[in-house]
């Protein structure tokens, strides 16, 4: 998170000052513990931003970020508040690390969600386009889902939640109705 503030902020800065000129001020919320480093990082784009203005390029945004990311698996990993009440709250940070030590990241798009319903069995992390929704309760759960279920494409049965009932059987209309 912490690089993907620094890779965006400056630029966004600039845009700001751009637009509401050289006295922009930048306001923080509350920002949750890993996110603690966040007012540092506003600083030094802040100090960044004074340079000379072909320094730090106006944008909203990145070149990278014109277009759909490339990836096998799509995690959503649920951060609703029954599951960072079972220790999700690092539950994100921890499957990245996870996934970069295991040479996986850059085949994994990796989202943090509200609340995605089986709250009881949390905390959650769902897979797709496996379809496998997990429950990764410590740090050995998360490795066996990350080597064996991501990594070697195999369904741990012991860490499945309960299937989802099926409710998409109905064929899909060809056209909507109008
Ligand atoms: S809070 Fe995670 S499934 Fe509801």
């Given at each position: 998170m912490a690089a993907n503030i620094l890779a965006w902020l400056p630029g966004a800065v600039s845009h700001w000052q751009e637009q509401a000129g050289p006295g922009v001020e930048v306001l923080l919320g509350q920002p949750p513990a890993p996110e603690a480093v966040l007012p540092a990082l506003v600083g030094a784009a802040l100090a960044g931003a004074r340079l000379p203005a072909a320094a730090v390029p106006a944008s909203?945004?990145?070149?990278?970020?014109q277009h759909l990311p490339d990836f096998d698996t799509h995690i959503l990993v649920c951060t609703g508040p029954r599951c960072c009440f079972r220790g999700a709250g690092t539950l994100a940070q921890r499957l990245k690390a996870q996934l970069a030590a295991a040479g996986l990241a850059r085949r994994c798009l990796t989202t943090s969600t509200g609340c995605i319903y089986p709250c009881n069995q949390g905390p959650v992390i769902a897979l797709y386009p496996q379809g496998e929704w997990y429950r990764v309760s410590d740090e050995a759960a998360l490795v066996r889902v990350v080597?064996?279920?991501?990594?070697?494409?195999?369904?741990?049965a012991d860490l499945l939640l309960e299937d989802r009932p099926q409710t998409r059987s109905a064929p899909v209309p060809e056209r909507i109705p109008t």
């Open positions: 909203l945004g990145k070149p990278g970020w080597h064996e279920a991501i990594g070697r494409g195999r369904r741990l």
